[in-house]
């Protein structure tokens, strides 16, 4: 860990590789600001260069895949595990959680395209001057399988959320360039399926000497071989039975060789998973890939400061400002057996740091109470939700980092490569894949799964996959695959949109409005077809682009 700790900071000015991807993709918020324009052809010249380009499009990715509030957060309340908080700013948290206005390019994710963007070219750059460099030539393909990696990666969010995309595979080194027409989805699928093969075949299996923990593996090749090619055979079919068979055959065979590489395993101990109760948590033996952060500038990880108690308190001993634009619904929290110890990993009962008052969450009310039965109003909003430990970090110097937690967000895990096997298993062939099912579910606490029928494992998968990865950014992409988004979601919104009629209030302020996130209905359902308009300022930025049409609801 230390080495990518080390990395980060070292390469978080670097200049020239950030302005290229500044100038390709329009996005002029970034940390570097650079003043003058490097050309990549005259800087990268030797092994340490080409390694701090590498590092910086780590760093790329992580600035889009660990975007807390524009990301994680919005892809969470779109579906009924997250549940938007009290923050008075947050109107597309709002919009997102009843989906309201959909086609509206105002409540897209405003900077996801340009921040994958940024990493796909970082990657490219890496990509092309790499060849030129006289290096190692297992470094070289090394670095070049990373790049690859996350080159693809960066393509499945964009087609995911948007569909068809441009697809360069050169980097830009000024305007020119900026012009790219939009591919068709299926070509966007072909080149992250190429690009993960490739990566494939150069990068090392996990625990190879020499060869960081933390980077891009074999294994996270393979891990995200088999999600992806589970993803696109179930949303590209609204029978979930009738999914593709070769695509399922692909994401079975390599899910397959993530388990057959014995090369990770679950964790027995699910507290141990996450860095709320393990401080050597980080990349463990179930870490297939994982966005790393540290304590300090430049490498905090802003999920534990949105996501936590509210900004004028915070949990003792953890940094954070926490300003809680999002947390758990009690209800989800209540789906959970009695017995299953993942529910541990969310907060029911915290200590405010400045007053030392402890409060508990009343599941009847929705609400945090001390020991008086007095709610918790945080700056006078009303606090619904419950608190997501996976973001927080209880190791950092509370005073030196007040804004900068350093946990890591996991990616990719063993046990959904193990629920991923599953259920592509499963569609192939009624009861294949119980034992991996079975694996995730007893090491939850739970009693043993029985033989059911297609349908119903198909099912169980799913509710799994969501006790196993709230918070994880799975929700939201597994229900829309799934074709059940629109209608839990709908249940969730409409349920707590009643509350909300009620106009019961919590103190004379009218900010602590019971459910005041639920002002309106939910009437729009998605169906497995929807996708995000594209930001207004990224197709302004680009003619030759084409929005995507309106959706229509199911």
């Not at 989805?185 to 299996?205: C, H, N, Y």
């Not at 970090?393 to 946990?407: F, H, L, Y």
Request: charged share 25%.
């Amino acid at each position: 860990m230390n080495s990518i700790v080390s990395q980060i900071k070292k390469y978080a000015t670097f200049g020239a590789v950030a302005l290229a991807a500044a100038v390709y993709t329009g996005c002029t918020d970034l940390d570097e600001n650079p003043y003058t324009f490097i050309s990549p052809d005259a800087f990268y010249n030797s092994s340490s260069d080409i390694n701090a380009a590498l590092n910086n499009t780590y760093r790329a990715f992580r600035n889009m895949a660990g975007n807390a509030r524009n990301v994680v957060a919005r892809l969470e309340v779109a579906t009924d595990l997250g549940e938007p908080n009290y923050r008075k700013e947050q109107p597309l948290l709002d919009n997102t959680n009843a989906w309201n206005d959909v086609n509206n390019v105002s409540y897209t994710f405003s900077n996801l395209w340009s921040n994958a963007y940024a990493a796909i070219n970082d990657a490219n750059i890496v990509l092309e001057r790499v060849e030129t460099i006289d290096m190692d030539d297992t470094e070289k393909l090394r670095v070049k399988g990373q790049a690859l990696f996350l080159r693809a990666y960066s393509f499945y969010y964009l087609v995911r959320i948007y569909g068809g995309c441009p697809i360069p595979v050169s980097y830009t080194s000024g305007l020119g360039g900026l012009k790219v027409p939009r591919e068709s989805a299926d070509k966007v699928w072909e080149r992250i399926f190429t690009d993960l093969k490739d990566a494939s075949g150069m990068l090392p299996e996990r625990g190879t000497s020499g060869y960081d923990v933390w980077r891009a593996s074999q294994g996270s090749c393979y891990a995200l071989l088999g999600e992806a090619y589970l993803y696109k055979a179930t949303i590209s079919s609204e029978d979930n039975f009738g999914a593709n068979k070769e695509e399922l055959e692909e994401s079975k065979k390599y899910s397959g060789l993530v388990i057959s590489s014995q090369k990770y395993d679950l964790v027995k101990n699910y507290n141990d998973i996450w860095y709320w109760f393990n401080q050597n948590a980080k990349n463990n033996q179930e870490s297939v890939f994982e966005l790393q952060y540290f304590a300090g500038n430049g490498g905090g990880n802003d999920m534990g400061v949105d996501f936590g108690t509210g900004n004028s308190s915070g949990l003792k001993n953890v940094a954070g400002t926490y300003n809680c634009r999002m947390g758990i619904p009690g209800e989800f929290y209540e789906s959970y057996e009695a017995k299953d110890v993942r529910k541990n990993i969310i907060l029911t009962e915290f200590t405010d740091s400045k007053t030392s008052v402890t409060y508990n969450y009343d599941f009847e009310t929705q609400n945090w109470v001390d020991a008086d039965g007095n709610i918790y109003l945080p700056e006078g909003y009303a606090f619904h939700t419950l608190l997501n430990a996976k973001f927080f970090d209880p190791w950092a110097d509370a005073v030196m980092w007040n804004t900068d937690p350093g946990t890591n967000y996991p990616m990719l895990r063993y046990s959904e490569v193990l629920l991923n096997y599953a259920e592509a298993a499963n569609l192939l062939k009624a009861g294949d894949g119980l034992t991996e099912l079975n694996l995730v579910h007893m090491r939850a606490g739970l009693d043993e799964l029985p033989e059911m029928s297609q349908q119903e494992m198909d099912e169980a998968i799913l509710q799994e996959r969501l006790w196993e990865f709230p918070g994880e950014s799975k929700a939201y992409f597994d229900q829309l695959r799934k074709g059940v988004l629109g209608k839990r979601a709908q249940a969730f919104v409409n349920k707590n949109h009643a509350i909300y009629l009620k106009n019961e209030m919590l103190s004379s302020n009218t900010n602590s409005r019971r459910k005041n996130r639920f002002s309106t209905e939910m009437t729009f359902l998605p169906k497995k077809s929807f996708l995000w308009k594209i930001p207004q300022s990224d197709i302004d930025s680009n003619p030759l682009l084409e929005q995507n049409p309106d959706n229509v609801s199911q």
